[in-house]
């Protein structure tokens, strides 16, 4: 998963439990990936790092940057 363009690439993605995702910033700003109930949280994620989730529950999460919130994607937990 990618952070470019002040946008989540790609913005909707399919896993399955126990899959790792991990989200890159290739922006020059700090984002963060939100969940919008709250069910995980990058915290800032600065430019050039990246954070590493494990998906531990089936579901649709969206989420959003905090920073930007026309950022949004949607992962897809099977």
């Given at each position: 998963?990618?952070?470019s363009g002040?946008?989540?690439?790609?913005q909707s993605l399919t896993v399955h439990v126990g899959d790792r995702i991990q989200w890159l910033n290739d922006d020059?700003?700090?984002h963060t990936a939100t969940a919008a109930d709250q069910s995980f949280d990058s915290g800032d994620i600065a430019a050039g790092q990246s954070w590493?989730?494990?998906?531990?529950?089936a579901g649709t999460f969206d989420y959003a940057c905090r920073y930007h919130p026309m950022m949004t994607g949607?992962?897809?937990v099977h």
């Open positions: 998963m990618k952070l002040l946008r989540f690439e790609p020059l700003v700090p590493t989730f494990v998906a531990r529950k949607r992962l897809i």
